[in-house]
């Protein structure tokens, strides 16, 4: 006898605790958006687990209606690794900042994004520390003059999809929290892949980052300066759709779609490319040199980590039993102190 599920709607994703980011803030779109998404997924309250590390980002699993983990510093892909792989049944989110994930957080983020774990990364880029009050992140643009770097950043900043595409990463797409409708869409595509889904989202800190995006979410001149990633679609963009990206050997190009040159001759939008090689040329596509592609660089399926280590466990009790584990703990070499 099957079981019917009740309709789930967006409010039953909202917890009862007062939102406490800034007034303004970014992160009050993505939330939105995701308890929007969640209902879709046909999965029961009680099957998702949200698991965040520290940042503004990390406050999030407060806000869902839903298990959380509010874990430590950059490892909250470690801590939805040993929860996925004992509850593969789960439906898990790791939500994390550019800092988060990207300093103190790095390793942790390669390695899970390389095993295929299958989870969603979330990651909130503001190009700031916003929690501890405006130091320079990451991600920050060279020259970025903050409360840590008063002459102006000297780092080489690090580009989040190129970062997740050098791992290998299965799907892979950027959003901004601006385009909400664009964002729900691609929050949900995130959620429907079987693997580990990284989703870098523009997120603009009002406080002490105000306009790091605003090339791009500005209506005056966003559609000159982005460009949306549609599968088996050419690269086009601008106001009047009259520009496109085409290749110049190995090089992407900037052109005018002015008659000589048309639709056929621009690059044409593959997410499903095996190789990782065209998705990382698209990660670097950057304002103001060339406009920034939005949307899914690549969706790829590979076997999932959880899958294959609790294959692994399944085949050792088929072949030696369940195991004890008292008899474990006294086999091989032990003795006593007395």
Known sequence: MSTILPLLTANDFASDQEVRWCPGCGDYSILKQMQKVMPTLGVPLENVVFVSGIGCSSRFPYYMNTYGIHSIHGRAPAVATGLKSTRPDLTVFVITGDGDALSIGGNHFLHVIRRN?????????????????????????????????????????????????????TFVAR?????????????????????????????????????????????SVKDDNVIELVHGQPLIYGKNHDKGIRLKGLVPETVKLDGDISAEDLVCHDETMEEPHYAFMLSRMRWPKMPEPIGVFRNVLRST??????????????????????ALFHSGDTWEVH
Do not use: M
């Open 175 to 219: 959003s901004i929290d601006f385009n909400t409708k664009h964002l729900e869409q691609t929050l949900q595509r995130a959620a429907a892949h079987k693997g580990t889904s990284f989703v870098e989202v523009y997120q603009n800190c009002n406080v002490f980052n105000d306009g790091a995006w605003e090339y791009a979410t500005d209506k």
């Open 117 to 169: 774990l299958d989870i969603n990364i979330v990651l909130f880029n503001n190009r700031i520390y916003g929690l501890t009050k405006g130091q320079y992140s990451p991600t920050s643009s060279e020259g970025h003059v903050t409360k840590s770097t008063p002459r102006g950043s000297i780092d080489h900043p690090l580009n989040p999809i190129s970062v997740a595409l050098a791992a290998e990463a």
């Open 305 to 326: 980590y959880n899958d294959d280590i609790n294959n692994q466990v399944a085949d050792a009790i088929a072949e030696q039993g369940t195991g004890d584990l008292d």
